[in-house]
């Protein structure tokens, strides 16, 4: 269903890969550039970009995670390029300044997981509360998840013991919302389970076997929502034709909204 555009292999790495270089190019003081690095100054701000010398007949440029890129001919001169752009100026640090947002948001998303970071659950914000413990032990109380463990316990105990808990709520919370949807739609899945894909939200085999990422509950009730109505009408539709969501609409109709909610989320589980 719902597929991020690119999967990282490590959610910190690619918020690191992410944000280091845009940061970088966007420094506000006169930088010796990178190695193989130029850079230029567009509306008294210092960019840096990475030049590389092609065939192609034109300059061209692209603004993407790692910065502004520019390729041109062997020809052309560095005034010359450096002209071209100062002239698309606006457009290159109107697009800079996208991917630094972009990466902002992502690095806000992602999860510390630390004594006294915040959990993101179902809408609210809980903060994890490590206390001593002789074995592991996770509770939440109020706005509280007390996570207990040995005090010899490392960052990994921690983390596997709060994504554990995750986990455990997940599979009450899916079972019930399943059971909700299932009723509406007067079919339920064959079988379901949690998944922890890097690429997937949820998914509905033709075996009618439904797929859910426990990673869900770190949105808002109504995006798992629309998940399991999503992956529930799939049981009458297996594809995304104008009439498997007319299903959806008629389980879940308010649909849209969350779709569009879930596509404008930061293009891959940035959340680990
Ligand atoms: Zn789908």
Redesign the pocket.
């Known amino acids: ?2 597929r991020p555009r690119q999967a990282p292999r490590d959610a910190a790495d690619a918020a690191l890969q992410l944000s280091l270089p845009l940061f970088d190019a966007l420094r506000r003081v006169d930088p010796a550039p990178l190695p193989g690095r130029r850079i230029v100054r567009l509306e008294q701000q210092i960019v840096e970009y990475q030049l590389t010398r092609s065939r192609r007949r034109t300059i061209g440029f692209l603004v993407d995670d790692r910065g502004l890129s520019v390729t041109a001919p062997r020809w052309v001169t560095l005034a010359c390029i450096e002209q071209a752009l100062v002239e698309k100026a606006r457009w290159i640090l109107r697009k800079l300044d996208e991917w630094r947002q972009h990466a902002a948001r992502r690095e806000r998303l992602a999860i510390q997981w630390e004594d006294g970071a915040s959990l993101p659950l179902l809408g609210a914000s809980l903060r994890m509360q490590r206390v001593s413990a002789a074995r592991v032990a996770v509770h939440r109380e109020d706005e509280v998840l007390w996570v207990g463990l040995p005090d010899d316990a490392g960052v990994e105990v921690f983390r596997d013991a709060v994504q554990h808990w995750v986990r455990r709520q997940a599979l009450d919370l899916f079972e019930q919302r399943l059971a909700h949807f299932a009723g509406l739609l007067g079919q339920g899945p064959s079988r379901w389970g949690l998944s922890s894909a890097r690429t997937r939200w ?3 085999g033709p075996d009618g076997a439904i797929r859910l990422n426990w990673r869900l509950m770190f949105f808002p009730p109504h995006i798992v929502d629309y998940v399991v109505a ?2 529930l009408a ?1 049981l009458k539709e297996l594809n ?1 034709s104008r009439r ?1 969501w007319d299903v959806v609409g008629q389980i879940y109709p308010d649909y849209a909204k969350a779709r569009a909610w879930l596509r404008s989320y930061p293009d891959d589980l940035a959340l680990n």
Do not use: I, K, P, V
């Open positions: 269903m719902t949820g998914s509905c999503h992956e799939h995304h498997f």
